[in-house]
């Protein structure tokens, strides 16, 4: 297959030594050996995710996704935008479709463009990397790159929410979305059929500002993965990563559980199965280590 | 009380349904709603919120301006999407509550110590200093943001959360120092205060 190329948006969480930035070194892995060249926007800026409306009216947080929307159009012009989070594709995608709905909106914001000296046409696809792996590459063309299968593992695919509300990935329904079964299934693992919590909220950001409540989501999210035989728990977004991973020591304390629960991406499983080594697939950045794939990336 | 929300009072004077047409994101839609409740059984954190979406729906109507505006409940959103996903009439309730919460922030009637509004304005200050989001500082300021002793005790809690993410590199003290930031914050922090200004006013000429 030819190479294919993005405009990328990272996302703060992404960054070096930020939150994220195992899922980024094992998004790279990915992408070199499916030949997708990510072209990262030149300055781009946050999005201010899904809680921006404390501090900043409509247009403002319009605005801000505009600019990195109009920095890609001057940058790479004939490339889609893809972004690796969910709150980042989100905030964008809505961006582009409330300015495409309102020209008075998209006038005034690009009003307020013009004073960083930058103009929006509007014209640009915004994309979730996993639509570029199953609509631009293929789950067949995926399955094709597996040099070492995950067989013997059992994985519980938590979609969440943003990924999958309001826009999804096309094709797909938002109370049982498959792409993460067919992802687990296409790298020789197998996948936990009867996940009830699988598009269940962590409580986003609300994690962060109520601790015990989102904290309750979360272990209903960890035991349904628990009890339906889970080895560890994949998912697609950067939020439901880290709040499904690093609370686990505070949530068997409070409730008296014993959980010690891998949850890694796609793009982890992705590069564990091309070949890629420990490192490059980002498993040094496991609060909770993936054993499992650590030996299989080892061997 | 702000002189902004006197204003607001007079001006539309027991309408607030036509307030919040006028004022709130995506207010137009309130109308819409047909009261069937689907939305108020979706929220994940549904037993924590005051008034569930569908009620303050309700209570928009029955001028329950005060209630609506200092409740705490828009605040539990987590835009988990749910609500918007399944509501029969399209609205989408999401940015309405974001949009309530917004506004009930500018007229001063937002709960003081509500968490979740404190983090997302830490969140917003945070963002617009330099463009990106240092996760650390934020972090910190989330920690102390009830004071001190408060702090210090919520820093205790988080201290193996954090000590977990530094082994692993997916935080960093360097942060401290700076950080992640944008080359043309000069330019963002004027688009930013230009989009506030165009925002201000289209809502003074509107309603
Ligand atoms: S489950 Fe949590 S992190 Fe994931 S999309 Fe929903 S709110 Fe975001
Ligand atoms: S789901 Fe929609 S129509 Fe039903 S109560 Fe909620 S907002 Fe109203
Ligand atoms: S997006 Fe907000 S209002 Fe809608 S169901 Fe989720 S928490 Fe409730």
Redesign the interface.
């Known amino acids: 297959m030819a190479k294919k190329s993005y405009s990328f948006y990272p996302g ?2 992404s ?8 899922y980024q070194v094992s998004v790279d892995a990915m992408c070199q050996e499916l030949d997708i060249e990510l072209n990262e926007i030149p ?4 999005c ?13 947080r ?3 996704s505009a ?1 990195n929307m109009a920095l890609s159009e001057q940058a790479h012009p004939d490339q889609d935008i893809v972004a690796t989070c969910a709150a980042c594709w989100l905030a964008t995608r809505e961006t582009q479709e409330r300015l495409g709905e309102d020209d008075e909106l998209l006038a ?2 690009n ?8 103009k929006l046409k509007n014209d640009k696809k915004i994309r979730h990397m996993v639509e570029v792996l199953i609509e631009d590459i293929g789950y067949e063309e995926l399955g094709k790159h597996v040099k070492k299968p995950l067989e013997g593992l059992k994985i519980a695919g938590y979609v969440g ?2 990924t ?3 826009f999804g990935i096309h094709g797909e329904s ?1 109370e049982n979305p498959k792409y993460l079964d067919k992802m687990i299934e296409t790298v020789g693992a197998e996948a936990c059929n009867d996940y009830e919590k699988k598009v ?2 962590c ?4 994690a ?3 601790p015990e ?2 904290q309750a ?1 979360i272990k209903d999210i960890l035991e349904s993965a628990y009890d339906n035989g889970a080895d560890m728990i994949v998912t697609p977004c950067p939020v439901c990563q880290m709040n499904t991973e ?2 686990q ?2 949530i068997n304390a409070k409730y008296g559980t014993k959980f010690k629960m891998p949850v890694v991406y796609y793009s982890t499983l992705l590069s564990v199965a091309y070949g890629k080594s420990a490192k490059e697939c980002g498993l ?4 909770i280590r993936a054993r499992q794939l650590e030996e299989i990336a080892g061997k | 009380m702000s002189d902004y929300n006197q204003q607001m009072i007079e001006k539309y004077r027991g309408n607030f349904l036509k307030e919040v047409e006028a004022n709130v ?1 995506e207010g137009d839609w309130v109308k819409m709603c047909m009261q069937c409740g689907v939305c108020s059984g979706s929220c ?2 549904g037993p ?1 919120w005051e008034h569930p979406p569908q009620e303050i729906f309700m209570m928009i109507r029955a001028n329950k301006r005060e209630d609506i505006l200092s409740s705490s409940s828009m605040w ?1 959103c ?5 609500c ?2 399944r509501c029969p009439r399209g609205l989408p309730i ?1 940015h309405i509550m ?2 309530l ?2 506004y009930a ?2 007229l001063g009637l937002a709960p003081k110590e509500q ?7 830490l ?3 945070n ?2 200093k330099t ?3 240092n ?1 650390l500082k934020l ?1 910190l300021s ?1 920690y102390f943001m009830n004071g001190f002793g408060e702090g210090i005790k919520t820093a205790l ?1 988080m201290k ?2 954090g000590l ?2 530094l ?6 003290p ?2 401290m120092l700076g950080g ?1 930031k ?3 914050v000069k ?2 922090q ?7 200004e ?2 201000e006013a ?1 809502i003074g000429k509107r309603g």
């Open positions: 703060c969480s960054q070096k030594a930020a939150s994220a930035s195992n300055d781009w800026n946050c201010s995710a899904s809680i921006g409306y404390a501090g900043g009216g409509e247009l403002p319009l605005a801000l600019r005034e914001t009003q307020a463009l013009a004073e960083a000296g930058l929410c943003q999958n509300r309001p938002f269940s909220c409580g986003g950001a609300l962060f500002s109520e409540k989102s989501l690093v609370y020591d505070q040094d950045g496991q609060v | 994101e994940p954190l924590h539990m987590t835009s988990c999407y749910n918007i996903a999401t974001h949009g919460a917004t922030k500018r968490p979740t509004a404190k983090f997302a304005q969140f917003w200050d963002l617009t463009g990106r989001v996760e972090g989330l809690k193996d959360v977990g993410m082994k692993t590199k997916r935080m960093t360097m942060e992640h944008c080359k043309d330019g963002l004027a688009m930013l205060k230009k989009a506030e165009l925002e289209r």
